[in-house]
């Protein structure tokens, strides 16, 4: 490939790109009408010249036919009076309007033919005309519906989702923590306060158990003194009153727990 060859393609590869990127689908579709219609007006106009045409040549044909005919008669009168040259004069006249009315009769055949097919090229253009008006409308609207796709693509393109929502999930997975820190605090602070309940029991139990050992004590020991002889009274008298300062003292005590 010559390097002229090579300089014309790029040219032309950057002539289309350029042409591809200024082309609005929209104004294209309107300037196809718009071409159509003048292709329409050009072969209305052409099938008015045809019809006209083939008109005057009919014209032609059948003054020429009719000058034919004319002639013919002239003929016969002409033998009928005896006069034969001016029969074959006559004649004469009669072949020449009759080659010319066959050529005209042609012209005219050929002219009816080209004057049906312009109509039929006109009726089926008026046809694809009214399909194209119909088809631009819809290519239009979806045209519009998608620059309106595209630009929303482009506009959720341009937003970064992603990133709120990793910060959205991490405040989640932050939620969530806290909830099973306070879960777990509570669940500590509710067996420590049992515990603590359970030691107050026990603690208690004991005071309760060395009270009543005590009583069941001093019960032994009063039940002893009175079975003693009435000599011993005085020595049990004695006992108690030494017994009684320390147990006030005990409940003193009992009763600051």
């Known amino acids: 490939m010559g390097l002229f060859d090579r300089i ?11 042409v591809n990127k200024a082309e609005d689908p929209e104004k294209i579709l309107d300037q196809s009408i718009l071409d ?18 083939q008109k005057r040549t009919q014209t032609q044909y059948t003054q020429a036919e009719s000058q034919a005919n004319q002639w013919e008669a002239r003929a016969k009168l002409a033998l009928q009076k005896g006069d034969e040259n001016l029969a074959r004069e006559a004649l004469t006249r009669k072949k020449s309007y009759a080659e010319t009315a066959a050529t005209l009769k042609a012209s005219v055949d ?46 959720i393109g341009s937003l970064n989702t992603s990133s709120s929502i990793g910060t959205f999930e991490r405040m989640e997975e932050k939620v969530l923590q806290m909830e099973a ?59 108690n009153a030494a017994i009684d300062p320390e147990l006030e003292e005990l409940r003193s005590q009992l009763n600051k727990m």
């Not at 603690?203 to 003693?228: E, F, I, N, Y």
């Open 181 to 239: 820190r306070a879960g777990a605090a509570a669940e500590l602070s509710a067996g420590s306060g049992l515990e603590q309940e359970f030691l107050k029991l026990e603690a208690g139990g004991g005071v309760d158990d060395d009270l009543a050992a005590l009583k069941a004590q001093m019960s032994l020991g009063s039940g002893a003194t009175g079975s003693l002889p009435a000599a011993g009274q005085t020595s049990s008298t004695t006992t």
């Open 110 to 155: 050929q002219q009816t033919a080209q004057v049906e097919t312009i109509k039929r090229n006109l009726t089926a253009l008026e046809t694809k005309i009214a399909e194209a008006r119909t088809k631009k409308d819809m290519l239009k609207a979806r045209i519009t519906a998608a620059k309106a796709q595209e630009q929303l693509n482009n506009t």
């Open 36 to 53: 159509m219609q003048e292709d329409l007006v050009q072969l209305r106009q052409a099938v008015a010249s045809s019809i006209a045409s």
């Open 8 to 18: 014309t393609r790029v040219v032309r590869a950057n002539i289309n790109d350029l």
